[in-house]
């Protein structure tokens, strides 16, 4: 079975700060992808970034980079120069290999940007 | 804007009812996936669609049903309503490739409400 941890309910950071989400994955699979998802308070399930298991390189997405360490299957996101619009729910997502399509989402943490 | 649409976005209906919610995926995209958001559970797969063909199935309920048309529009059908089934329901839908890696693109989501 495949499971995603986030182990920070919520977190709050400083406008124009950075904050880091943590993220722990577990897969049998060697061919996989991972993702981060924003849900604001308008429910959309909006993709911020992917990655994909088999490059080592870490994806980067303006503002949004991930530090992916395959090894330790840990995936987290960093928010850099944090916005106001960041609020939001952010939910970590794994998809397996093989024949499995279905995204395996962690419980999500809540992020706060105060101004 | 994903370019996934769902209608309605929100529905009230009365325990042991039947409702059915549609989900029109991005242009090109031929696989759906159904996905139940609820404050317990989180975000749960149901069932996924491949270009009209039931690929795998999640913790779908026997009294839910879905079905992807030649068109590639999808329905999923929810009978025998109880209290437990209110729950933000989203379709999400990705690229033709198989291994969805390059990530599942949400619509905007149904709230359904059961009194």
């Known amino acids: 079975a495949q499971t995603v941890t986030q182990s920070q309910p919520e977190m709050s950071v400083q406008e124009a700060e950075t904050v880091t989400l943590s993220c722990t994955y577990d897969?049998?699979?060697?061919?996989?992808?991972l993702f981060w998802y924003k849900q604001p308070p308008s429910r959309q399930m909006i993709l911020v970034i992917r990655?994909?298991?088999?490059?080592?390189q870490n994806a980067t997405e303006n503002r949004f980079s991930v530090n992916f360490q395959k090894a330790a299957k840990s995936f987290s996101l960093k928010i850099s120069d944090s916005q106001l619009g960041d609020t939001a729910m952010y939910f970590c997502?794994?998809?397996?290999?093989?024949?499995?399509?279905?995204?395996?989402f962690g419980k999500g943490t809540l992020l706060t940007v105060n101004p | 804007d994903s370019g996934v649409t769902q209608t309605p976005k929100h529905l009230i209906t009365a325990t042991g009812q039947r409702v059915t919610l549609r989900c029109s995926p991005r242009?090109?995209?031929?696989?759906v996936y159904w996905y139940q958001q609820s404050l317990d559970q989180g975000l749960q797969f149901l069932i996924h669609?491949?270009?009209?063909?039931?690929?795998a199935k999640g913790n779908i309920l026997e009294r839910f049903s879905a079905q992807q048309f030649p068109d590639l529009h999808s329905e999923l059908n929810l009978s025998s309503l109880e209290l437990g089934d209110s729950a933000l329901y989203f379709c999400?839908?990705?690229?033709?490739?198989?291994?969805?890696?390059?990530?599942?693109?949400f619509g905007p989501g149904t709230r359904l409400t059961v009194l």
């Open positions: 999400a839908s990705s690229v033709a490739s198989l291994a969805g890696g390059w990530g599942q693109f």
């Open positions: 897969t049998s699979e060697s061919n996989y992808y």
């Open positions: 990655q994909e298991a088999y490059k080592q």
């Open positions: 997502a794994l998809l397996g290999g093989g024949s499995n399509y279905k995204l395996t």
């Open positions: 242009s090109g995209d031929l696989s």
């Open positions: 669609y491949y270009n009209g063909e039931e690929r």
